[in-house]
Each structure stands twice: as C-alpha cells, then as structure tokens.
Antibody, heavy 124, light 108 residues
Framework: QVQLVSSGSEVKKPGASMKVSCKASGYNFISYHLHWVRQAPGHGLEWLGTVNPHGGSTTYAQTFQGRLTMTTDTSTSTVNMELSGLKFEDTAVYYC??????????????????WGQGTLVTVS | SSELTQDPAVSVALGQTVRITCQGDGLGRFYASWYQQKPGQAPTLVVYGNDKRPSGIPDRISGSSSGNTASLTIAGAQAEDEADYYCNSRDSSGNQYVFGTGTKVTVL
C-alpha cells in the first residue's frame, strides 16, 4: 500500500533553515507529484508547494517564494523540503502528500489521496 | 482571489444531516476535494472531483457543487464524523492550490 513517512521532529532557532524529508513506498515514485502542506498549532491547512519527482520541477506558494526549496532523490524515493529564514510563525506540522488527478472535459483536477504522518517543526 | 471560505463551525444532532459549504472564485473552473481531520491525525480524503468518494468512505458523506460553491453533506451524522473538514482546489489562475479555512463539525 502507499506509504509516506516523513522525518522526525525538529527544533530550530529563528533565522535558521529546516529540512524535512518524506520517503515514499508502495507505488511508482516518479509517476505522482508530491506536495507539502503545513498546519500551525490550532490553525488550518496551508499549501506550500509541489515537486515533480520525474524531472524535479517545482511550483511554490507565492507566500514562500525565495525561501522554500523542494528536491527529489529518485534513488531513495524521497522528497525533501527546505525552508530558510525561519520565523516563530513557521512552527507547524509539515505534511507531505501525494496528488492524483481526475480529468473531465479537457480540464484536470487534482486531489491529495495519501498523506504522511507529519513532522513537527518548532521555531524557538 | 486565492481564498476558499468555509463556516468556522457547525453542529449536528446524532443521525441528522449537516451541509458544509466552501466558496471561492476558482471553484467555477476547478473541482473541489474535501478532507477530514481528527485531532492529532493527518487529513484524510473524503471527496474528490466535487462529488466522488474514495473507497472506504461511507455513502452518508457526499459532495456537490454549484457555481463558485462546493458543498459536503453528511447525512445521518455519526459520532465518528466529528472532525475538522477542509476543502481544497486551485485558485482562479490554476497555478496555486488553496485550502479552505476549515469547518469544525460537532455531533451532539
């Protein structure tokens, strides 16, 4: 079955960088884009961006342009998400999630069918 | 606009029906998906493509859409349906994904 397992919790200082990894298994890694979503304590879900494991192209949320980097390692079926210039408000659980598509009338629509367990990053 | 707006909280009596709505400009072009999140857990997909249920999701949960509004209906709510629910779609440009503000569903 599809599994996404992310790295362990981290504590970081303001201004530092964080790197969270997500290892995929149970499916053809390069066939599905992976996205990152975060959730600050007591808050809702926030989309960060996406990476295509086949080629490494990325799209980032405008809010994070310039301090977010997503990479892939096809040899280990792992995606990495690095956020620099950490602020207190970056404290959150960071989830990786796989996207699938449903196409209708020439337009494709996307949804997140599998999620990792989440990684808590605390900026303190 | 890059926002998807949901009511913050709704309550429903056990066995009754509740509908959650999600409004946003992109919904006129892109389909919505819905996610259920229980405390301390990752979200799980409950509806995709506006109205399709993944396997394993009970048929008391259904989705629909009209214009710029997507809806999630729980008919005959059960205690295990108590959770936060988030919609998701792309913004009107199609380049960015956005989650709704979330709705907390309480089953009384």
């Amino acid at each position: 079955q599809v599994q996404l397992v992310s790295s362990g919790s981290e504590v970081k200082k303001p201004g530092a960088s964080m790197k969270v990894s997500c290892k995929a298994s149970g499916y053809n890694f390069i066939s599905y884009h992976l996205h990152w979503v975060r959730q600050a304590p007591g808050h809702g879900l926030e989309w960060l961006g996406t990476v295509n494991p086949h080629g490494g192209s990325t799209t980032y949320a405008q809010t994070f342009q310039g301090r977010l980097t997503m990479t892939t390692d096809t040899s280990t079926s792992t995606v990495n998400m690095e956020l620099s210039g950490l602020k207190f408000e970056d404290t959150a659980v960071y989830y990786c999630t796989r996207v699938r598509s449903y196409c209708s009338n020439g337009v494709c629509h996307y949804y997140f069918d599998s999620w990792g367990q989440g990684t808590l990053v605390t900026v303190s | 606009s890059s926002e998807l707006t949901q009511d913050p909280a709704v309550s429903v009596a056990l066995g009754q029906t509740v509908r959650i709505t999600c409004q946003g400009d992109g919904l006129g072009r892109f389909y919505a998906s819905w996610y259920q999140q229980k405390p301390g857990q990752a979200p799980t997909l409950v509806v995709y493509g506006n109205d399709k249920r993944p396997s394993g999701i009970p048929d008391r949960i259904s989705g629909s859409s009209s214009g710029n509004t997507a809806s999630l209906t729980i008919a005959g709510a059960q205690a295990e349906d108590e959770a936060d629910y988030y919609c998701n779609s792309r913004d009107s440009s199609g380049n960015q994904y956005v989650f709704g503000t979330g709705t907390k569903v309480t089953v009384l």
